[in-house]
């Protein structure tokens, strides 16, 4: 019954642009399904494939904005105006205008809680960590961090570190076989391998 | 029909004090109507004109907070107490009170994730970035950036770098006949030379 | 009325593990309570005594993580996994996982908008301030803030002064007498102190 209930309301969304809010609602679409709709109807200047959203991801001026192929945008802020433009304007009786693009490219991460200043290009092959505060350009392969964000290392030394670390796991069989980054099936059974590894056979009590 | 309904509540809410919550979510007020709103109901010490506050604007002790005219609060946090008091009286065996007043003056903008802390007063004419955490005054004038927030610039300096800027533009003579800091008549038209201005006239793919 | 729908809906929540997501919507636990309930139904590796959390405390996975006795958790988030892997999967063709367990051992508050990252242990006796990105570990006894968070200070030393400061409060005696942090039938009391301290007899207006 629910299920076609959602099933329907997707249809709706998808096909017919009616009821969206709903949808978003009801369905609890996952990142890239979210990011398939709002391709659509997000309003946004591009938006490419294999583009990963939030609920939460807070971009308010999306026509100014450009993401390219597999982006991940967590709960993060992309901001294309100056918000403190009609202070400024009250405060010293004049009359400015601050809006700019944001640029995403194709492989870039912005993690929880970064936020994106007007005039940004990030990427390609970029990371923006946790809580930082873009304000200038990220260069290819680059990983920025803090506020506001400086370079703090590379994607591709990151991903080789990652790689070595991935094949010393007790379960680096299981993820050689996985598909993507999430596998439903595969999961209580790495559950248990993590669990085990990360806090032993002891009791709870320890901690 | 739902104009009326949203009318009739914005009545009940401002005359009576009646429905608040209901008056919130239906009817969505702009930033500088919830400020109006706010300033009767929202227990500030003070709340002056043209306060704008988003839904989200955090402020748990308005009682202990203070502010002036033409002052814009986006999706930031003020606080007037200490929150880990309550840990540390237990994890001591002590009796601790941390609660201080917060005085944001005239002319004041506070970015985005921004974090005001107990104590502390800022401005008047002073803008707080986006992502601050803000835990010592904020001096006449400064602009203030960073985790802890340190001056990082001068509100008039800013604001004659944005007037050359806002000259420069292909759209400076729709601003230059523009009130305020949003026409929505004016927007379709603005919206149309910004992208244009942005991203070319080339195809969306070449991002 | 409201009573006993509130009594009979964490009483379902609690006993029988019910309608649990009507509980935390309508009956709005306070943080202790709400700890209570998470320690028997979130998932949580472990989660000791009086764990306060609020209903936007953003812990998704729960099942790597140990939390001990007398842990404050405000509006910040631990993650256990790193929210980049799919990302880069995809970019570099490669196969990663990157899951960590997180470690909050007695005593510790994390402040608003923190950020606890995979592997990192923190305590006991720490404090994470407002807005701090905790990328390694917190030793016993330290307080960190900033992004990446640094150690800025010792708890005990912090817990000395605001002794002193306590004692020297017009209310400090009130303070003496009160159980715990917050007391709602001294609270009356003790806003009336305190707005007469912070802002004087002086009009409201002179901000």
């Known amino acids: 019954m629910i299920r076609i209930v959602k099933r329907t309301l997707r249809w709706l969304a ?8 709903l949808y978003r609602r009801i369905c609890k679409p996952t990142g890239e399904e979210l990011g398939d709709f709002l391709r659509r109807y997000g ?15 807070n971009i308010p ?4 904005v450009s993401i390219g192929n597999n982006v991940q945008l967590t709960h993060c802020s992309i901001f294309a105006h100056d918000g403190s433009i009609a202070m400024l304007n009250r ?46 350009d990220v260069a290819e392969g680059d990983i ?8 703090v290392g590379r ?15 007790p379960w680096a069989e299981l993820i050689e076989q996985r598909e993507g980054a ?4 595969m999961e209580p059974q790495l559950e248990r391998y993590r669990i ?8 709870t009590s320890r901690w």
Chains 1, 2, 3 share one sequence.
Request: glycine content about 8%; cysteine-free.
């Open 14 to 21: 998808f096909e017919h642009g009616v009821a969206k809010g």
């Open 43 to 57: 309003r946004f200047h591009h938006l490419g494939e294999h583009v990963s959203l939030r609920p939460w991801t």
């Open 61 to 64: 001026d999306p026509q100014y």
């Open 91 to 136: 405060a010293y009786n004049v009359k400015l205008d601050r809006v700019d693009r944001v640029v995403i490219k194709d492989n870039v991460y912005i993690g929880h809680q970064a936020i994106v200043l007007p005039g940004v290009t990030i990427g390609p092959n970029a990371l923006v960590a946790a809580g930082a505060v873009v304000s200038k």
């Open 144 to 151: 920025v961090a803090g506020v506001p964000a400086r370079p």
């Open 155 to 169: 994607l591709d030394k990151l991903v080789e570190k990652l790689r070595e670390q991935t094949s010393q796991l």
């Open 182 to 185: 999430f596998d439903p099936d």
């Open 196 to 203: 085990s590894y990360f806090f032993g056979s002891e009791s």
